[in-house]
């Protein structure tokens, strides 16, 4: 079996992955600062479809390359079925996820953990949530958006102008 790509070195490529449903601006202050620490950055979109979407995959990994543009060496790809295979096939050594508060940490522990036990080796990174974007998530937003609440601060113009035609 050829050697997992986690345990290798070299250039770091890593996977910052959600469901981006959509992106936000707390997402995309991740991805600046996750692009920073890695020599690639991966935002992998997962097209799940026990969830129930607002956006489908193609309309969410299209809203994050045009957010993204212009960010050097990140990249926006989707996934289906386990993290740490699509992590293997793209050869990341690293997940890169956001933590706002210690209502995300369990959770966040437990997906490091299991995926880390999965595929030996593949870390996962931790980076605190901005601090102007603690409160913020793409299910609040959705929220606010339905009821007729304004979110251009909160969003990537992309987004705003797709969620208000909506
Ligand atoms: O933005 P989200 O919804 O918090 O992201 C969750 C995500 C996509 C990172 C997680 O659900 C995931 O990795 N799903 C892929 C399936 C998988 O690998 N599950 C086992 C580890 S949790």
Redesign the pocket.
Known sequence: MAPSAAAGSGPLVAIY????DPVTNGHLDLIRRGAKLADRLIVAV?NNTSKQPLFSVEERTGMLREATAGLDGVEVDSFD????DFAERRGARAIVRGLRGISDYETERD?AL??GRLRPGLETIFLLAGEEWRFLSSRMVKEVVKLGGDVSGLVPGVVWRRLKSI
């Open positions: 992955p959600g469901s981006f997962l079925g386990l993290l740490v997906m299991l995926n």
